[in-house]
């Protein structure tokens, strides 16, 4: 079992940058691909960002390619996401999840952990 709890979000100007960030307890954290998602009021819950456990590869969502970097350390037990060139589209409560699959799953029905979310407010 993996317990994520998120943290650094907040509230930012359009064009601003944030890097909010996931501490996983246990010590498999190094064998999971790790996971940003978002959730909008009224919307589904997105996935944003993956990254495998050997860090090796990442994939985004083609809305925050070139703007966004997910990373991780595993002897922290953290994965980061940072944040540049915000949008007010990119308000959103950002979830850290974890999988138990060997590639970069955009689906969040193949995520087994997730934390509380924090919540990122953009203002235009």
Known sequence: QVQLVESGGGLVQAGGSLRVSCAASGRTF?????????????????????IKSSATITRYADSVKGR????????KNTVYLQMNSLKPEDT??????????????????????WGQGTQVTVSS
Do not use: H, L
Not at 32 to 50: H, I, L, S
Not at 68 to 75: E, G, K, L, P, V
Not at 92 to 110: H, I, K, L, P
């Open 92 to 113: 959103a409560v950002y979830y850290c999840a974890g999988s138990g699959r060997y590639y970069v799953s955009t689906s969040r029905d193949e995520y087994q952990f």
């Open 30 to 50: 190094n064998m999971y691909t790790m996971g940003w998602f978002r959730q909008a009021p009224g919307k589904e819950r997105d996935f944003v960002a993956g």
């Open 68 to 75: 966004f970097t997910i990373s991780r350390d595993n002897a």
